[in-house]
């Protein structure tokens, strides 16, 4: 059974930093774009960053400020999240798939962390 789960979350001020980390289990992802989403209360899920063929993609909220990174060998990816502000909280999924990084592209989820950063 394919699991993928998050760890990492909490309480942070503004300006402080997480690592948020996705262990994956049930199967190797190498092959595979591993992604970073998240979902604000009462908003919809959106994209945060992706690591795809060798490459990284950012959402432009977030870009110079998160770094998403894996570990094959620990079939592990981390996002790394720097000068956090309120608008980053949310909860935050880890996803993978065969193709590109959209949110239909995913055919595996897990199922959240949350992120809270205070004022």
């Known amino acids: 059974q394919v699991q993928l789960v998050e760890s990492g979350g909490g309480l942070v001020q503004a300006g402080g930093s997480l690592r948020l980390s996705c262990a994956a289990s049930?199967?190797?992802?190498?092959?595979?774009?591993m992604a970073w989403f998240r979902q604000a209360p009462g908003q919809e899920r959106e994209f945060v960053a992706a690591w795809s063929v060798g490459n990284s993609y950012y959402a432009k909220s977030v870009k110079g400020r998160f770094t998403i990174t894996r570990d094959n060998a620990k079939n592990t990816q981390y996002l790394q999240m720097n000068d956090l502000k309120p608008e980053d909280t949310a909860v935050y999924y880890c996803a993978a798939g065969r193709g590109g990084w959209a949110i239909n592209d995913m055919n595996y989820w897990g199922k959240g962390t949350l992120v809270t950063v205070s004022p």
């Open positions: 049930g199967r190797t992802f190498i092959s595979y774009t």
